[in-house]
T-cell receptor
Framework: KQEVTQIPAALSVPEGENLVLNCSFT??????LQWFRQDPGKGLTSLLL?????REQTSGRLNASLDKSSGRSTLYIAASQPGDSATYLC??????????FGEGTQLTVNP | DAGVIQSPRHEVTEMGQEVTLRCKPI?????LFWYRQTMMRGLELLIY????????DSGMPEDRFSAKMPNASFSTLKIQPSEPRDSAVYFC????????????FGPGTRLTVL
């Protein structure tokens, strides 16, 4: 059974800092890995999707990497802003379009 | 496109009552997923459909839960009878194609069972 772990569970940083969120998974037989953002009381917004054959994806200040063999992914946020404050969820796609989610990292960026 | 649409956004009901949650996927998407989010268990996949056919319902917690997709633009998740432990946020998501594509989530329905 696929298990997804995110570290740290919570992170508080000053504005402008670069930061890294970590995601690990137990079964390397994945199709893709997706990073989401969730604001309090809201739905999930897809940030980046990395296919299993890819090593990384970039969108603006966000960069996600994938190391399938070691079961790890990182989400790098450059020059963090207060508007980046949210919960970030990592989800691993396996057969049948199933997504298995981690518990999330709650990020607070202080002005 | 309006994105994935869910209704109602909030539902408060009493134990024992029937609850029906509704979802309209993004037009053209052939996969639809129902998830449940709680503090204790995080986000869990309940069931998913492909071309209106249920493919995997192994995440449905009990027989009290049922889901249907009568056509490509509408799905329901029904709980009958509801219990306080069913209180959670229920999300619907959709995608097109096979496992390589990203899933798009609706805003969720916050269910409270008293």
């Amino acid at each position: 059974k696929q298990e997804v772990t995110q570290i740290p569970a919570a992170l508080s940083v000053p504005e402008g800092e670069n930061l890294v969120l970590n995601c690990s998974f137990t079964d390397s037989a994945i199709y893709n890995l997706q990073w989401f953002r969730q604001d309090p009381g809201k739905g999930l917004t897809s940030l980046l999707l990395i296919q299993s054959s890819q090593r990384e994806q970039t969108s603006g200040r966000l960069n996600a990497s994938l190391d399938k063999s070691s079961g790890r992914s990182t989400l790098y946020i450059a020059a963090s802003q207060p508007g980046d404050s949210a919960t970030y969820l990592c989800a691993v796609g396996t057969s049948g379009s199933r997504l298995t989610f981690g518990e999330g990292t709650q990020l607070t960026v202080n002005p | 496109d309006a994105g994935v649409i869910q209704s109602p956004r909030h539902e408060v009901t009493e134990m024992g009552q029937e609850v029906t949650l509704r979802c309209k996927p993004i037009s053209g998407h052939d996969y639809l997923f129902w998830y449940r989010q709680t503090m204790m268990r995080g986000l869990e996949l309940l069931i998913y459909f492909n071309n209106n056919v249920p493919i995997d319902d192994s995440g449905m917690p009990e027989d009290r839960f049922s889901a249907k997709m009568p056509n490509a633009s509408f799905s329901t998740l029904k709980i009958q009878p509801s219990e306080p432990r069913d209180s959670a946020v229920y999300f619907c998501a959709s995608t097109s194609g096979w496992s390589y594509n990203e899933q798009f989530f609706g805003p969720g329905t916050r269910l409270t069972v008293l």
